[in-house]
């Protein structure tokens, strides 16, 4: 797979259809879901294996491994996971507009100063739905951001999804779960998984 071509600044959002190649190679498609929100999920021909992370009491999952934590867990494994997936340059797109992202994760973020630099610089940005670049120095303030979208988020239009650009792997973090993956190849399950199974 191809890098995704990167500016000066390392956080910066892309146009969407810079993108689409990737995503048609990891065989990602888009369904809108209610008024606002569209998600991503991977073809069952490019994914050999799904995990789902629920809360306690709530996986009803028919697909894939459902995997049952405590809410705590849950947040915990997210990050972990999204940890372990980032290898140098991932995306985070979101299944509603940037705003409400933003919205969501205003409080938590709060004290993050490389988090706040860039939500000044992002104003213009927040109706769109722009894949968000994360680099290899990005990936404390993109665990940060996932943990307060985890914690303070409320449902599908405040989750996003993350993708790397050099592994077949796919991850809806959804506020409470549950949190989707979908990999491509069983060796990319292997290395990520370990966050999340005992």
């Known amino acids: 797979m191809q890098p995704v071509p990167s500016g000066i600044r390392s956080l910066e959002f892309l146009p969407e259809q810079e993108i689409a190649g990737l995503l048609a190679e990891l065989g990602v498609t888009e369904s ?3 008024e606002s929100c569209v998600c991503l999920q991977m073809e069952s021909t490019q994914c050999d294996v799904q995990d789902y992370l629920c809360k306690e009491g709530s996986c009803d999952e028919i697909e894939g491994q459902c995997h049952s934590l405590t809410e705590e867990k849950l947040i ?3 990050c972990e996971a999204a940890r372990r997936i980032h290898q140098g340059q991932t995306l985070l797109i979101p299944a509603g507009k940037w705003r409400s992202v933003f919205d969501a994760v205003a409080f938590s973020m709060a004290t993050n100063e490389a988090w706040q630099e860039f939500d000044a610089s992002a104003t213009t940005m927040l109706n769109t739905r722009d894949p ?3 680099e290899s120095g990005d990936e404390q303030l993109m665990v940060a951001l996932i943990h ?4 303070d988020g409320e449902g599908v239009e405040q989750s996003v999804f ?4 050099g592994a077949p ?4 973090i959804q506020p409470s779960g549950p949190v989707r993956l979908w990999f491509g190849t069983q060796v990319s399950a292997d290395e990520v998984s370990g966050a999340y199974k005992d």
């Open 32 to 34: 809108p879901k209610g």
């Open 76 to 78: 915990e494994a997210s």
């Open 132 to 134: 968000l670049l994360f």
């Open 148 to 151: 307060a979208i985890m914690q």
């Open 162 to 165: 993350l993708v790397p650009t």
């Open 169 to 172: 792997v796919l991850m809806h």
